[in-house]
């Protein structure tokens, strides 16, 4: 029997000073009884814990596996961050550049002129009803887009590490903001394409509306590529090298230099898989009035979509390991 300070016994059921015994709060039915966890490939493995010494039922959060869709509305909301990331992109490519913004004219016209002389002089490549210089050129632009883009959105994740580590935000935001910048190289050679076009009294058609499909395209087959190469290079650092080997096989598969025309035979089908192929020759027949491409176009446009949402779905799967590999 407890005993209080004045030497006065205690009831058993009056409590005391001092510190007391704590209660337990197991339910009935579950003292002395240990709640067994489940493991891994079990079915009730991802079932909320029930906590066996309290009444509250506490669910633990993991992170998502397996294949999940895209939240476009959380891309969204970091749309201020995939800003800044441009932003600074386009600050360091001409940041202490002696030319600066004039290598996105430089650039393009100085490949049309080389071009110009191996291609058209010396291998005397026709390119139909086009000057050889706005043919080249219009090539020249569209692929610096595609190139530059790729690249970039390859090295989007490695080149932002402690933002990758440290930060919660989706990782897509990365490579979308990396093709970003190319579009304003674009523009700017969109312009000198038409002071040339001036030049050489060429004006474009009805057709010069479609413009705008043909360039969407352009941005989502960079994107689609971008993230698939971006996802490769995080787990594997050799695939920049492929990558750049790769980008230049693909050029001369791509009627950059030459008109599409000249590839005929049984092999026009596969020359169709090309989906830079389609997109090349729909912008010039949009700007130059050349002959309107076929079944290609549809063709094109389902090859777009198809790697951009294989490069989603893979981007998406990997993305939670991101941080951990990198």
Not at 13 to 35: F, M
Not at 58 to 68: C, D, K, L
Not at 93 to 116: E, N, S
């Amino acid at each position: 029997m407890a005993v209080a300070a004045r030497g006065r016994p205690l009831s058993p059921d009056r409590p005391g000073r001092g510190p007391q015994p704590r209660q337990s709060r197991q339910p009935p039915g579950l003292v002395g009884q240990r709640t067994p966890t489940p493991r891994r490939g079990d079915p009730d493995h991802r079932r909320p814990r029930v906590s066996a010494t309290s009444t509250d039922t506490w669910v633990e959060n993991r992170a998502p596996t397996g294949w999940h869709r895209l939240d476009l509305r959380e891309l969204w909301a970091y749309r201020e961050l995939i800003g800044f990331l441009a932003i600074r992109d386009l600050k360091a490519r001409y940041k202490q550049a002696a030319l600066g913004m004039a290598w996105a004219v430089l650039q393009p016209l100085a490949g049309a002129l080389i071009f110009t002389v191996v291609f058209h002089r010396v291998a005397r490549l026709s390119s139909g009803d086009v000057p050889y210089l706005l043919f080249a050129f219009s090539g020249i632009s569209l692929w610096s887009y595609l190139s530059g883009g790729m690249q970039a959105a390859m090295e989007s994740l490695v080149g932002n590490v402690g933002l990758v580590t440290k930060v919660y935000f989706p990782r897509m935001a990365a490579p979308v903001a990396a093709v970003l910048p190319g579009l304003l190289d674009l523009a700017i050679a969109l312009v000198i394409l038409a002071v040339l076009m001036a030049v050489e009294g060429v004006s474009p058609g009805v057709e010069i509306l479609t413009l705008p499909l043909w360039l969407a395209a352009l941005v989502l087959l960079t994107l689609g590529v971008g993230l698939l190469l971006a996802t490769l290079n995080v787990r594997y650092r050799d695939v920049k090298s492929i990558a750049a080997l790769a980008i230049q096989l693909w050029l001369f598969a791509s009627p950059i230099a030459y008109a599409s025309t000249l590839v005929q035979g049984r092999w026009s089908w596969l020359y169709e898989l090309n989906p830079m192929a389609g997109i090349v020759d729909g912008f010039r027949w949009a700007v130059f009035g050349t002959p309107q491409p076929g079944w290609g176009t549809v063709l094109c446009g389902a090859e777009v979509l198809l790697i951009l949402g294989v490069g989603i779905a893979a981007f998406s799967r990997q993305e939670r390991r991101f941080a951990d590999v990198i």
